[in-house]
């Protein structure tokens, strides 16, 4: 009967190893002779079908090979029983276990996972403090030992890093972020194992940094001014005043108020008004008599959650336009006359009376000039400035018991507005050289 020289033999094969490569060369001896001592070898029915499928047994030598592909992680272990047998009758067969221990090589790369809320994309607020985590990432490797042993790295100069604890590693937040600046990162992260040589395999995806409201809208100039003409149109358009803000969606949105105020002791809103797009209009007829100018507050906020605020400064200058007509305040006027006397023997020159005029108007609009228009020009002549009408000639004997003359005050307006008054002067009898004394003027 045939014997093995050992009832177990241990041998290690490497994972992968090509078809045909020897496991083992068994020998049972047989010290009978003819059939008798002819020994046929077989692996007997328990063996699994995948180590069947993986090894095969020459029938007559013992020897046997690997037959498929033998992978570490699968099994590490074979364990095949073997039978030895010789064709004499009522022979014996004799059995032995061959353990075969399946060598890891470093086939395997390492595998990546991503853990975070949105497997897509990974979300980071743009207030994310430092070492806020963001996602958990999973590094796995088939391979036994050192083939197994992993190490992550995150390529390139982000504001992120890895922190690697035993079995998982965490993506977290490793500078500022700022949306307005930079919305998108693409991240790669690199794992080795510890092969020989060593495997390696990457795994890129993006991180959006998303928007808080941390901009308030500002202004594109901190102060406006308009010119306006006064008598303007109410609702006329005056001025648009422009705000931007840098963040998204609501938090980005800007809307304008007037702040309020007040303009001559009444709400600055009965004077302007502002709509959505910062176009400020009129509210009333601008009057520059009343009004010179005017300033008040714009805000622009943001839609966001609390809002955001800022001002901006407008001044609205109200224009004169020539609106006012002189108005006659000296000599006082009944019915727009007047009536004085001069002495009869009065000499040239003599002081007959001052015009005065107001006009509410600025600049040439309110410069006032005097002249007489029409009745007895011959006699008398009025100062264009200071108004003082004086005669120009004595009064002889022929003279006319009186004079009349009309005087008109205009301003200097693009079109000119005018009073006029309508004097009479009546000659009296002489007065005392005193008197005369005093009216007299001299040249």
Do not use: W
């Not at 002791?265 to 302007?272: I, L």
């Not at 605020?309 to 006659?328: G, H, K």
């Not at 008398?380 to 009408?389: A, H, L, R, T």
């Amino acid at each position: 009967m045939p014997v093995f020289d050992e009832p177990v033999y241990t041998v290690n094969v490497l994972e992968n190893s090509p078809i045909n490569t020897l496991v083992i060369d068994l020998n049972a001896t047989d010290p009978d002779e003819g059939t008798n001592g002819e020994v046929v070898y077989s692996f007997i029915n328990f063996v699994s079908n995948l180590t069947k499928q993986m090894f095969k047994i020459d029938p007559k030598t013992g020897v046997i090979t690997v037959n498929g592909v033998l992978d570490h992680e699968e099994l590490h272990i074979h364990e095949i029983d073997v039978q030895a047998k010789d064709l004499g009758p009522n022979s014996i067969p004799a059995h032995c276990k061959v353990i075969v221990n399946v060598i890891d090589i470093n086939d395997n790369a390492p595998e990546i996972k991503l853990l975070s809320e949105n497997s897509e994309m990974v979300e980071v607020s743009e207030n994310a403090p430092l070492g806020y985590v963001i996602a958990l990432v999973r590094v796995s490797d088939n391979d036994s030992g050192a083939n197994g042993k992993v190490q992550c790295r995150l390529q390139g100069n982000v504001p992120f890093r890895l922190n690697e604890f035993e079995s998982f590693s965490t993506l977290l937040v490793d500078g500022r972020l700022d949306r307005e600046q930079r919305d998108m990162y693409n991240l790669t992260i690199l794992a080795e194992d510890s092969g020989y040589p060593p495997l390696r395999s990457s795994k890129s995806f993006a991180v959006k940094v998303t928007d808080e409201n941390d901009n308030p809208p500002y202004f594109t100039k901190p102060h406006y001014q308009a010119m306006v003409l006064e008598n303007n149109v109410p609702g006329a358009f005056l001025l648009a005043v422009s705000a931007r803000d840098p963040d998204l969606g609501m938090n980005g949105t800007v809307s304008y108020e007037i702040i309020k105020s007040e303009v001559r002791g009444m709400s600055v809103e009965s004077y302007v008004t502002v709509n959505s797009n910062g176009e400020i209009y009129g509210v009333r007829a601008f009057n520059h008599e009343d009004t010179r100018t005017f300033e008040f507050k714009v805000s622009a906020k943001d839609g966001g959650d609390p809002p955001l605020t800022s001002n901006a400064t407008v001044r609205i200058v109200v224009l004169d336009v020539n609106d006012n007509t002189p108005v006659m305040t000296t000599p006082p006027l009944v019915n727009g006359t007047a009536e004085v006397s001069i002495p009869k023997n009065a000499g040239v020159g003599y002081l007959v009376t001052q015009i005065k005029a107001d006009d509410y108007d600025e600049g040439e609009n309110g410069r006032l000039t005097y002249s007489i228009s029409e009745g007895d020009m011959a006699y008398f002549e009025i100062d264009q400035i200071n108004g003082e009408v004086r005669t120009t000639k004595t009064f002889g004997e022929n003279a006319k018991p009186s004079y009349q003359i009309t005087v008109v005050a205009h301003d200097h307006g693009q079109t000119s507005l005018s009073a006029s008054a309508y004097i009479v002067i009546y000659l009296s009898p002489d007065l005392n050289a005193q008197e005369l004394e005093h009216h007299h003027h001299h040249h």
